[in-house]
């Protein structure tokens, strides 16, 4: 079946720092990969996703994510951190088809140090 | 365009008792689903519907009903709460299956 880990359950950074979160996923074949941010209290707003093509993608508020096959993973990275990206952070798995279901990692909190 | 909105915001209910949480949404997506979310849990999928007259059971379906008999919308029947099902509710939706999934704001539920 497919699945989704993200390791650790909290990350803190002080700001300007880099900010690194990582998400491997488990599957024969390359799923398409997303990345959902949640501020507190509000619902889940899309990053950044990976359905085919260049492999290093970038997003909103200068997040990007590369996709390595080879090592199943998807990680999230930004150069510099800033105190507004404080939230939660969920990596997402949905395999090609029509009727394929997102399956989402358990999420990492991320905390930005002043 | 309002995008996925749902209701109640929050809602309290007592064990035993029924009610309903409304998603609509004005994109016109044949893809909607419902997930709950629990501390570090993560999200998790309850039930999904493909298109109108289409829905099928996800992780934990237990306990829930769906429909689906516009595109527009698509309610969750908590059928005799109980305490677990004590939790925050997100409807999503997407044009297809491999797309963007558009989230809803949520609707917080406590039974007591």
Partial sequence: ?114 | NAGVTQTPKFQVLKTGQSMTLQCAQDMNHEYMSWYRQDPGMGLRLIHYSVGAGITDQGEVPNGYNVSRSTTEDFPLRLLSAAPSQTSVYFCASSAYGGAEQYFGPGTRLTVT
Wanted: glycine share 8%; aromatic share 12%.
């Fill in chain 1, 1 to 114: 079946a497919q699945s989704v880990t993200q390791l650790g359950s909290h990350v803190s950074v002080s700001e300007g720092a880099l900010v690194l979160l990582r998400c491997n996923y488990s599957s024969s074949v390359p799923p398409y990969l997303f990345w959902y941010v949640q501020y507190p209290n509000q619902g889940l707003q899309l990053l950044l996703k990976y359905t085919t093509g260049a492999t290093l993608v970038k997003g909103i508020n200068g997040f990007e994510a590369e996709f390595k096959k080879s090592e199943t993973s998807f990680h999230l990275t930004k150069p510099s951190a800033h105190m507004s990206d404080a939230a939660e952070y969920f990596c997402a798995v949905r395999f090609t088809g029509a009727n394929s279901k997102l399956t989402f990692g358990k999420g990492i909190t991320l905390s930005v140090r002043p």
